[in-house]
């Protein structure tokens, strides 16, 4: 509520009308001899949906004649930003060597899921994109059309050489130097490959972004 | 009913790295498939022929991310060969160990993701915890969980810690421990045997003529292992036995790995107890400025089946003219359309898994 | 090289190898290799021992598909590899073949030109040579007559460029870096509009891929 009530226009009704004019509101029979029947189930569920439009509408302009605002985003803002840094969904996309050692974070001795870190095959449900190989020209539109697959908001760690800089393949025809000349990176993890202790750190610094930042909202092209 | 092309991949749970399955699918069967690969090709044969061997070296480790001992040993015993030097036997038996506590790590990674990939996550749990083990045993001997970089033209870098001995001596009684505890987890399912029982079956005479090697000939009949038929390092004096199949189905690729790590445990032991005293360098070598001009090839068997590299050194330069790199891997993908046919969509993890791919040696 | 009919090393001598084959090796085997493989004139030029379980032979490369045949129903069952390798003066297509049960290795070398590569494709006699022929075809550019589905395999589809062959050139990052800095320390100095082209056009452009994914020009003798 913090962050999405900013852009609306503090008065303005969801449906554009005026207070008054809820539809399905009426003084009484619209023609002699017409029934007052109860309206059915459709209706009732269309109206409780603008009713709840309503109230946040209202609640949000009221919020906007005093001023709270920045107090409410204060309380509202980490509160979603717990609710995202304490359930991270990393993508279950494994390029190279360093996706053995992610693939170790998730396994007893580590447990990632303790951090609430778990990894899901879809993208449409992630938040973290971890880029843990060398990215070649091939694989450029797949690892693309995964973080547009992405929803907002997102984040993405470049794990191990090869995703931060090209790694050890400076001499190759086929490998992009550095996974940021594709997607904006937001933890860098060096090594070759990192322990899978450091990428169990880069999580908890990835939490400390999150709670630091917020939660975050709009397309960031690097 | 239509039928429609279906996309497994590049980026799906079953594949285990970037490849694309491509099936075309009537209802739920499989008429045909098609295998795009290549998304994560380096061109490592192109770097090889800019680089000094050293400085090669390391590069051996990310061929293939699972099992790395193995293609930087063999990519030393090429040269090796190329060079007419002999390792001391102390280095041979510690290339031993490290290669066969490789293919116990290798086979873990594959059995925990066979398992994960039907439903069975139980196995993945268990078998990447007893990897851990065998990584720590790892990290004493060379310092790194895996890209190791520890075999040396000539040698290996190191020799033995002096608690290594009996730390592995323990870790492979702990594997022998386990061994049954997989068979009862996977072994005795009744789903894990439905789910793997006559899927994927590929037939001898098919398998040798499309260029299956390694536990996939194994699972389907053949008895043959590199290490048998060209014995390198001092594999002719230890004793181990080489399972195969019958079917070469799921099953039997189960079966023929589960086995080949209980014989991998018993040649770790055998060859620390075995192993002589000495150097661990060849004495008084150094690489020489100019690698002669002569052509090598030299098989080892991988955990995936017969990698191999071919050399060409060319009399002018210390850098490789050709390094072609024989991955078993990338025959067993191409050649998983041509037994596909008529299996159903939910058989492609098992089928797919049955293969073990490691995409950085498919696609170098 | 390419057919030539070249005096024939039969097996009989046994005088390239160092050592003649170890008793209860593969010896008598790959003596009556040598013999199968000597009675074919003209087609197999050079064949002999190299070393314990290793032979080599020197093939016409419009006879490959028969010697194949040949060595496969002689007992090499397993075609472990075929790559190329790019001489200066020639291409040499290799093709690795196994034997399980007699356990030798028969390296096959067929010279074809470098500026039009072109050899008969082996997949009727293993099926599995398709995927060594896509891949050569990929890297080196030889043409398998008769591959059922000679496409690219470890590439992006839409490249034309064949990196193993010699001719492409490959700049490290390091050496990308020293240029752009020399080139550019160049156009400072030289401080007059005509100044720079005098290295240009010489060369061609050493880079292998330009990052948005065009490929370099291909060098010369690539089809």
């Known amino acids: ?5 900013e852009g609306r226009d503090a008065g303005a009704r969801p449906d554009g009308a005026a207070p008054d004019e809820r539809p399905g ?14 309206p059915g189930p459709s209706v009732i569920l269309a109206s409780l949906d603008e009713l709840v439009d309503g109230l946040v509408g209202l609640v949000d302009w009221g919020i906007g004649l005093v001023s709270v605002k920045p107090l409410v985003n204060r309380i509202a803002r980490p509160i979603f930003g717990w609710s995202q840094r304490a359930s991270i969904f990393a993508l279950h996309s494994g390029l190279a060597c360093c996706a053995m050692e992610m693939g170790v974070v998730g396994m007893p001795r580590l447990d990632s899921e303790r951090l609430g870190v778990a990894w899901f095959s879809s993208p449409r449900r992630c938040d973290l994109f971890l880029v843990n190989g060398w990215i070649t020209k ?9 973080y547009e697959q992405m929803p907002e908001p997102k984040w993405v760690i470049a794990m191990g050489e090869c995703a931060i800089s090209g790694g050890p393949w400076h001499d190759s025809y086929n490998v992009i130097f550095g996974a940021d000349e594709l997607l904006p990176v937001d933890i860098y993890i060096p090594g070759c490959p990192p322990r899978p202790e450091a990428l169990l750190d880069a999580l908890w610094k990835l939490q400390k972004k999150i709670a630091r930042e917020g939660t975050r909202s709009g397309l960031r092209l690097g | 009913m239509t039928q429609m092309w279906i996309n497994m991949g590049p980026q799906h749970p079953s594949t285990h790295g970037l490849w694309d399955l491509l099936v075309r699918v009537d209802g739920e069967t499989i008429m045909e498939a098609q295998t795009k690969i290549g998304y994560l090709h380096r061109g490592v ?17 990310r061929l293939c991310y699972v ?28 290339r031993v160990v490290v290669l066969e506590l490789q293919r116990i790590a290798s086979h873990l990674v594959w059995l925990g993701a066979y398992g994960a990939d039907m439903g069975l996550l139980t196995m993945i749990l ?26 040396r033209v000539g040698g290996v870098r190191n020799d033995l810690p002096p608690t290594f001995k009996d730390r592995a001596l323990k870790a492979m009684d702990y594997m022998d421990q386990r061994i049954p505890e997989y068979e ?14 006559g899927i994927g079956v590929l037939p001898l005479e098919k398998a040798i003529s499309l260029g299956c090697t390694g536990p996939m000939l194994r699972a389907s009949g053949l008895e043959q292992d590199v290490r048998k038929e060209e014995p390198y390092l001092v594999y002719d004096r230890l004793d181990f036995n080489v399972p195969t199949g019958q079917n070469g189905d799921g099953w039997d690729r189960y079966t023929v790995r589960l086995e080949e790590i209980r014989q991998s445990a018993s040649l770790v032991r055998q060859a620390l107890n075995n192993m002589p005293e000495g150097d661990v360098m060849a004495p008084g070598f150094k690489m020489p400025k100019v690698l002669p001009a002569k052509t090598i090839y030299r098989r080892a ?5 017969e990698g191999a590299i071919y050399l060409v050194g060319d009399g002018k330069t210390n850098r490789p003219y050709r390094l072609k790199i024989r991955s078993p891997t990338y025959v067993h993908l191409l050649a998983i359309p041509f037994y596909i046919k008529g299996a159903r969509m939910s058989d492609v993890p098992v089928i797919m898994g049955g293969a073990d791919p490691c995409m950085a040696e498919v696609d170098r | 090289m390419m057919g030539t009919a070249a005096t024939q090393k039969a097996g009989e001598e046994n005088g390239s190898a160092g050592a003649p084959p170890a008793a209860g090796g593969p010896g008598g085997f790959q003596q009556r290799v040598l013999g199968e493989l000597g009675r074919l004139q003209g087609t197999v030029t050079e064949s002999s021992v190299t070393g314990p379980r290793r032979m080599l032979a020197k093939v016409a490369p419009d006879k490959i598909v028969e010697v194949c045949r040949l060595l496969r129903d002689a007992g090499f069952e397993h075609l472990s590899a075929l790559t190329c390798v790019d001489y200066d003066s020639e291409l040499q297509v290799i093709y690795l073949l196994w034997s399980y049960k007699d356990r030798c290795l028969i390296e096959l070398r067929a010279a074809i030109s470098g500026a039009e590569p072109k050899i008969a494709s082996v997949t009727s006699v293993w099926t599995g040579a398709e995927f060594h022929e896509r891949e050569a075809y990929d890297m080196f550019g030889v043409v398998f007559e008769g591959c059922p589905n000679l496409k690219r395999v470890l590439l992006p589809d839409e490249w034309s460029v064949f990196p193993l062959r010699k001719s492409f050139k490959v700049e490290s990052i390091h050496e990308k870096r020293k240029r752009i800095e020399a080139e550019k320390a160049k156009a400072a100095k030289a401080a007059a509009p005509a100044a720079a082209p005098a290295s240009e056009p010489a060369q061609p452009p050493k880079q292998g891929g330009t990052p948005d994914g065009a490929p370099a020009p291909k060098g010369g003798g690539a089809p």
């Not at chain 2, 790395?68 to 063999?74: A, G, P």
Request: aromatic share 8%; charged share 30%; hydrophobic share 35%.
């Open chain 1, 25 to 38: 509101a009426r003084d009484g029979p619209a023609e002699p001899g017409e029934e007052c029947v109860p």
């Open chain 2, 67 to 94: 099992a790395n001992s193995s293609w930087t040993t063999l990519f030393t015993m090429a040269v090796e060969d190329l060079l007419e030097v002999t390792p001391p036997e102390r280095a041979q038996y510690i």
């Open chain 2, 301 to 305: 068997e991988d955990p995936r089946g």
């Open chain 1, 1 to 5: 509520m913090g962050s999405e009530g």
């Open chain 2, 184 to 197: 009862d987890l996977c072994g005795r399912s009744e789903l894990f045997a439905m789910r793997t029982r």
């Open chain 2, 45 to 61: 044969e192109k770097i090889a022929e800019n680089r000094t061997i050293e400085k090669f070296l390391p590069l051996n480790d």
């Open chain 1, 138 to 146: 091939k694989t450029r539109p797949v690892l693309m059309t995964l």
């Open chain 2, 126 to 151: 268990w078998g990447w915890r007893d990897r851990e083990i065998i990584l720590d045993l790892f990290s004493l001997l060379t310092g790194a969980r895996i890209m190791h970089n520890f075999p």
